[in-house]
Every structure is written in structure tokens, then in C-alpha cells.
């Protein structure tokens, strides 16, 4: 492993030297213009593979989706413009590089695979516990979003008003949502599309009820002020029913995520630090041993679901 570290060094030493120098000898400076036409370069060269079918695949699911578009979010604040599928494209390069320099780190492929999988758990995990939390917020702030429509609707405001007056006066992703909704309504869009993407963007119980009456006091000018509010009274009751369910099952949820993460963690990080380990789980027994150790977690949590159907 020595041997492989000591390579690797001299190799990403002699490549920066024959940047720097431009294999002539003599050291090239690297200036504003020529950073930016490498910077734009490797935008065309993302650009490329994000049209690719892998990209396009994992584009697909719904939490990488997410996650690209925080990236190219962040991104477009740095001033780089880049799409969906170059900010996937961007965040596969950034694994290949971390899990490649991994495994010339500790001298193994099992050490880069490790590497990689690690990676894309925990961003997996990110943004699923960050879409919890946007959920989370969503459902608190939805009986302040009844009432507030109730409120509006109720004094004579048209949908449009109403919906921007909500977008004004409320707070969290509930308003920004309502707020996108009111840019859509005055550009043209059409109201049952605009509160069709409405539900989708909140999805959240509750919104297929909230789109409906939005429709209906739309086609019909009615408030539905009393609708509005007993939507709130039920939306209050069903944050409380969700607390007190989280509390029951509190230990249930502890012991799946434990039965979930502990393996693979324990896995990745053996496969990273141990090179014995890695030796052995390319072996058939050690192959084999990885393939029922997934076998009775996947059967420990099918225990788990059906445990917990039974309570609910």
C-alpha cells in the first residue's frame, strides 16, 4: 500500500508540474481568461453527460432530482449556470474522484466501492431527512394557511388575490409555494393548472381538499369561509394525531433505523480501514457472507412492517 501511496503521489505531482509548465519547462501562469474558458469547458462537458441515459435514470427519482437542483441552486448564486443533469453529472465526477482517491488512499477497489456507496448513502439520506423536515414544516403551517384563505376569500378578494394575500402574510415553504401560485395566475396560467401544481408542490394530506375548494369558490365565487375553517380545525388535530403516533412508535422507528444503517455502516467501514477485510470479502465465503447478512436484514424488516400494521 506503501508502494501504491507513493505512486499515486508522484503521479499527481508530475501531472501538476506538466500543467504548470505546459511540458516545456518553463512555469505557465494560469490567468483570469484562461480559467474562465476551463470553467466553461468543463460546464459543455457536464452539460454532454448529463444527457446521457444514466444521468437521465437517476434524474428520475425523485430525492437525486432534489438534490440536483440544490446544487445547481448553489451553483447559479456562484454564478455558474448549470442544469439538472449536469448537476447530477457534477455530483457522480465528485463521487468518482472522492472514491477513486479512497481507494488509492488505502491501496484497494473494495476501499473505492466502499468509498462510493458511503457517498451516496449519506446524500440519500440528506435529502430524504431535509425533505422530512420540509414536510414537517408544511403540515404546521397549513391551519394558518386555511384560515388566512378564509380570511381572504370571505372579505370579497378574488382567487388570485387571496392566493397572493396568503403568499404575503404567512411564512415557510406553504407561502412560497402560494406565492409561486400568484406569479403563475398573473402570467396566465390557468387556475385549476396552477392549483394542480399547487398540490403537487405542498403534498401534503389535506391538499387534494384545498385544491377542490380553491376550484370550486373559483368557478362559483363562493368563500367557503366555514369549509376553510373546519379545514383548519381538522388540520390542527391531524399535526397532534401525528405527534402522538410519532411518540408511540418511537422505539419501533429506532430499532428499523438501527436494523437499516448499523450493517451498512459497519460494512463501508470495515471495508475502508481494514485491509484484511478486504482481502476476505473478495473471496466466495466472504461474498457469500454479505449476501445473507442482506437476506436476514431484509427478512428483519419485513418483521419489522408487519409488527407495525398489526399495532396500527
Not at 484562461?34 to 460546464?43: D, G, S, Y
Not at 367557503?224 to 375553517?229: I, K, N, S
Amino acid at each position: 500500500m506503501e508502494v501504491i501511496c507513493a505512486l499515486g503521489a508522484g503521479v499527481l505531482t508530475g501531472a501538476a508540474l506538466l500543467a504548470l509548465t505546459g511540458g516545456s519547462g518553463q512555469l505557465r501562469v494560469f490567468t483570469a481568461g484562461r480559467t474562465v474558458r476551463a470553467v466553461l469547458a468543463a460546464t459543455r462537458w457536464l452539460e454532454r453527460v448529463g444527457r446521457t441515459r444514466l444521468v437521465g435514470v437517476l434524474i428520475g427519482r425523485r430525492d437525486v432530482r432534489t438534490l440536483a437542483r440544490e446544487v445547481a441552486r448553489g451553483a447559479s448564486e456562484r454564478g455558474l449556470e448549470l442544469g439538472e443533469g449536469a448537476a447530477v453529472a457534477a455530483l457522480l465526477v465528485a463521487a468518482l474522484v472522492a472514491s477513486g482517491a479512497a481507494g488509492l488512499l488505502m491501496g484497494s477497489p473494495v476501499a473505492a466501492a466502499a468509498a462510493a456507496a458511503a457517498l451516496a448513502g449519506a446524500a440519500l439520506l440528506r435529502e430524504r431527512s431535509r425533505q422530512g423536515r420540509l414536510r414537517g414544516e408544511v403540515l404546521a403551517s397549513m391551519p394558518g394557511v386555511y384560515r388566512t384563505l378564509s380570511v381572504a376569500l370571505g372579505s370579497g378578494q378574488t382567487l388570485s388575490q387571496a392566493v397572493s394575500y396568503v403568499g404575503a402574510h404567512e411564512r415557510g415553504p406553504a407561502a412560497e409555494a402560494f406565492g409561486r401560485m400568484s406569479l403563475r395566475l398573473r402570467c396566465g396560467m390557468g387556475t385549476e393548472e396552477a392549483v394542480g401544481l399547487l398540490a403537487r408542490e405542498l403534498d401534503v394530506p389535506g391538499t387534494e381538499l384545498l385544491a377542490a375548494a380553491l376550484v370550486i369558490s373559483h368557478r362559483t365565487g363562493s368563500p367557503l369561509r366555514d369549509l376553510l375553517m373546519r379545514s383548519a380545525t381538522l388540520a390542527e388535530r391531524q399535526g397532534e394525531f401525528e405527534r402522538l403516533l410519532g411518540v408511540k412508535t418511537a422505539q419501533v422507528r429506532l430499532s428499523v433505523k438501527i436494523v437499516c444503517l448499523l450493517p451498512a455502516v459497519m460494512l463501508c467501514l470495515l471495508a475502508l480501514i481494514s485491509p484484511d477485510f478486504q482481502v476476505g470479502l473478495l473471496t466466495p465465503v466472504g461474498l457469500g457472507c454479505v449476501g445473507v447478512a442482506a437476506v436476514l436484514d431484509g427478512l428483519a424488516l419485513a418483521l419489522i412492517r408487519r409488527m407495525v400494521r398489526e399495532v396500527l
